[in-house]
DNA sequence: TGACGCGATGTATGCGCATACATTGCATTG
DNA sequence: CAATGCAATGTATGCGCATACATCGCGTCA
């Protein structure tokens, strides 16, 4: 399939047109002077043949492609869909095309999905969360590729983060059902082994409880897989431990909790309180609708397309930028009654 | 930022292994005949020297990219986001990359994202659906870039297709409520303007329906987005002309019509029957779980990436593959009382 | 032992483009 | 009218790699 051996070339169009190969660069590029006449006899010749521009050798030549990467965890999570969509209209609007690789959730994977898009020459690269491999960021600083860790927010951090405080973001969760009257909560977390983000919000729980001179036990703690069936199970668990409320790590989770706790007969949120964190737009259509902390992964991909380009286009530096979440209450949560 | 300006190159491998920069290019294509002694001198100083080919001029040379594009209608689609997952993961597992965008269901800028493809010099190229710009048909094959039309299955489409038949897929669901007696069925489509889909999805209820000497007239169907809210507000009018079971486009407007349903004290199946089409994983694990057409997404990312890489490398042609699909019946649906 | 073949490696070229530098032509100025 | 400057365009080069072709060295066989 050598695709690229008939197709026109810039020394064709320049033929076509009556011109050198500058002069049809020249035009492409929008640079220098060029005589309407000439300037539309290459327009003329480049849309009689067809003619595209080879991204490669255009990468060659001017040490840039025009193209962000981005690697995600998966794409089998509305949220970071949604992120990257967002992501990707924007890159696009400024003239920058997506990258993108799944890594699923494994950082060694991770680092070698670094590497092939190093080999690409991305211009720009995002990444999820602040959990990665030293060599990630030491092979991105060698090739000097622009880099953004989103959704989280560390100051400390080692590359410039668009995110917000994963662990933080729990303590207005916390507040809201200890006022209630909770004393009793469990947590459904996301799988926390190589994921900051899950971890840290088992962390905000756990802190913030203590806070209010409450705790979370080990045991209240169930760890799971972004799935309903696998939370179906966890809840009921909980539920023998007697707990009136229960945090998830994420809206799915909490889907599956409510479902569960509606098919074992308790009502919510008069039996028992639930939470979730990303708030889909399902969860707010739901009966009861679900309290749940919203983040804006639309403004997150946005800024981060953003940033990308204007540090690939010399116009700032990478900064990091903390992104607010909100604790949205509706009714899956209400006093304790016990 | 010039990044690759310092970045090292093949010159830098070969002098630091002490050999010429074609013996380094056979080590990493694992081509021609290498000692050993020579083979372990060039992979040791490209770990020293982080070496990274760069893709670029590497696909100047090779006139081949190991790119594969994709362009979808949006990200904000369970469905979508799934199938594309699969997609990468197969693509990358057979040493390919993902290059992503979306067209927004809008079919003139799909074309601009196929001619920027085009650009990126993809090995092979992924649709969704079998409605575009002829121009797109006429770039793909002036530039002989492989592409498959995934999501619709039509013997008469002009490119090859991995998918299913949207029209007969929806035969079953209509079985399905005529031998539970129902004979007022509304519908609830997807936007049918620019997606072939949403529309043979909507052909196919009809003429089944007319197959069983019945008929859905132009009142009993109502196109919206791809959305909850407006289903719900769809579901209203369609009660009020007195149906007894609706068939969704899609398995989000069946949560709808379903919350809806709930919302209005309506009782799902004894009063309305529903049925959705994707079959998302929560439909299973709602209360009362939902009748859907199963569609096999993931398969069909599989099989195009599989079948892309297939014709790239010379092993086969492109060919049209029918997916099945698979009515999966529920809770939402049940006998008419009326 | 000399001719030959083949495995291992090096040299040189071109992929398609952007761009520095050279060239041309023309208007402007004193 | 000659000198000057600038706008418009062309020419030549290199970006980093794969690869055709040339070369070299060594074992093999008659």
Same mark, same amino acid.
């Given at each position: 399939?050598?695709?690229?051996?008939?197709?026109?070339?810039?020394?064709?169009?320049?033929?076509?047109?009556?011109?050198?190969?500058?002069?049809?660069?020249?035009?492409?590029?929008?640079?220098?002077?060029?005589?309407?006449?000439?300037?539309?006899?290459?327009?003329?010749?480049?849309?009689? *043949?067809?003619?595209?521009?080879?991204?490669?050798?255009?990468?060659?030549?001017?040490?840039?492609? @025009?193209?962000?990467?981005?690697?995600?965890?998966?794409?089998?999570?509305?949220?970071?869909?949604?992120?990257?969509?967002?992501?990707?209209?924007?890159?696009?609007?400024?003239?920058?095309?997506?990258?993108?690789?799944?890594?699923? $959730?494994?950082?060694? /994977?991770?680092?070698?999905?670094?590497?092939?898009?190093?080999?690409?020459? !991305?211009?720009?690269?995002? *990444?999820?969360?602040?959990?990665?491999? +030293?060599?990630?960021?030491?092979?991105?600083?060698?090739?000097? !590729?622009?880099?953004?860790?989103?959704?989280?927010?560390?100051?400390?951090?080692? #590359?410039?983060?668009?995110?917000?405080?994963?662990?933080?973001?729990?303590?207005?969760?916390?507040? @809201?059902?200890?006022?209630?009257? /909770? /004393?009793?909560?469990?947590?459904?977390?996301?799988?926390?082994? /190589?994921?900051?983000?899950?971890?840290?919000?088992?962390?905000?729980?756990?802190? =913030?409880?203590? @806070? @209010?001179?409450?705790? *979370?036990?080990?045991?209240?703690?169930? +760890?799971?897989?972004?799935?309903?069936?696998?939370?179906? !199970?966890?809840?009921?668990?909980?539920?023998?431990?007697?707990?009136? #409320? !229960?945090?998830? %790590?994420?809206?799915?989770?909490?889907?599956?909790?409510?479902?569960?706790?509606?098919?074992? %007969?308790?009502?919510?949120?008069?039996?028992?309180?639930?939470?979730?964190?990303?708030?889909?737009?399902?969860? #707010? $259509? *739901?009966?009861?609708?679900?309290?749940?902390?919203?983040?804006?992964?639309?403004?997150?991909?946005?800024?981060?397309?953003?940033?990308?380009?204007?540090?690939?286009?010399?116009?700032?530096?990478?900064?990091?930028?903390?992104?607010?979440?909100?604790?949205?209450?509706?009714?899956?949560?209400?006093?304790?009654? =016990?």
């Amino acid at each position: 399939m050598k695709a690229r051996r008939q197709l026109p070339t810039q020394t064709d169009v320049a033929e076509a047109a009556g011109v050198s190969t500058a002069t049809v660069s020249r035009v492409i590029n929008n640079q220098g002077a060029i005589t309407p006449s000439a300037r539309q006899r290459v327009q003329e010749a480049i849309e009689r *043949l067809n003619y595209v521009p080879h991204a490669g050798a255009r990468a060659l030549a001017m040490q840039r492609t @025009h193209t962000l990467g981005a690697i995600i965890p998966t794409l089998n999570n509305a949220i970071f869909a949604e992120g990257i969509n967002a992501f990707e209209r924007t890159a696009q609007s400024l003239g920058y095309t997506l990258l993108l690789s799944v890594s699923q $959730q494994d950082l060694q /994977h991770e680092l070698a999905l670094v590497i092939k898009m190093i080999e690409r020459g !991305v211009d720009g690269l995002l *990444l999820v969360g602040n959990m990665h491999e +030293e060599a990630v960021f030491d092979r991105l600083e060698q090739a000097e !590729v622009s880099h953004v860790c989103t959704w989280a927010y560390d100051p400390a951090a080692r #590359a410039a983060n668009i995110g917000f405080d994963n662990a933080q973001s729990m303590h207005a969760v916390v507040d @809201h059902l200890v006022t209630l009257g /909770h /004393h009793n909560v469990g947590m459904l977390a996301g799988q926390v082994q /190589h994921n900051d983000r899950a971890r840290d919000r088992v962390v905000g729980v756990r802190s =913030r409880l203590n @806070h @209010h001179g409450l705790s *979370l036990s080990e045991a209240n703690i169930i +760890e799971l897989e972004y799935a309903i069936e696998p939370s179906r !199970v966890a809840l009921r668990q909980l539920l023998n431990r007697g707990v009136t #409320a !229960v945090v998830c %790590g994420n809206d799915v989770i909490a889907y599956g909790a409510l479902l569960e706790a509606q098919t074992l %007969g308790r009502r919510v949120p008069e039996d028992l309180s639930i939470t979730g964190f990303d708030d889909l737009s399902l969860s #707010a $259509q *739901l009966n009861p609708a679900l309290t749940s902390v919203q983040v804006n992964a639309v403004a997150m991909g946005k800024a981060a397309a953003r940033q990308l380009t204007d540090a690939v286009e010399g116009r700032a530096d990478m900064a990091s930028v903390q992104m607010p979440t909100q604790l949205v209450v509706r009714q899956t949560t209400g006093p304790c009654k =016990r």
